[in-house]
């Protein structure tokens, strides 16, 4: 059994930055990669960055100059968001490929407002 635990969202106003941090645990035998998805309201759930386990990394052009994922070893991933707009406002989901198995956090939500 694997659970990712999400922290750091919250309400921030437009070209401030937040923090989001997912931890990985449980019985962990193999691991690939990691990543950020986000939905909004009336929207479908998209790609905002993915890391893999060699450390190539992926970022959704929306947020490109904008936010950068980090993942200091192989359970934990960070995403650093700087510079947000009010269309960045979303639940952001962890995802972990863990096992050969697709593993989802519960989710946090970051609202850009002022």
């Known amino acids: 059994q694997v659970q990712l635990v999400e922290s750091g969202g919250g309400l921030v106003q437009p070209g401030g930055s937040l923090r989001l941090s997912c931890a990985a645990s449980?019985?962990?035998?193999?691991?690939?990669?990691m990543g950020w998805y986000r939905q909004a309201p009336g929207k479908e759930r998209e790609l905002v960055a993915r890391i893999t386990n060699m450390r190539t990394i992926y970022y959704a052009d929306s947020v490109k100059g904008r936010f950068t994922i980090a993942r200091p070893n192989d359970k934990n991933v960070y995403l650093q968001m700087n510079s947000l707009k009010p269309e960045d406002t979303a639940v952001y989901y962890c995802?972990?490929?863990?096992?050969?198995?697709?593993?989802w956090g519960k989710g946090t939500l970051v609202t850009v407002s002022s």
């Open positions: 995802n972990g490929l863990f096992n050969g198995m697709n593993y």
């Open positions: 449980g019985s962990i035998f193999s691991i690939n990669a």
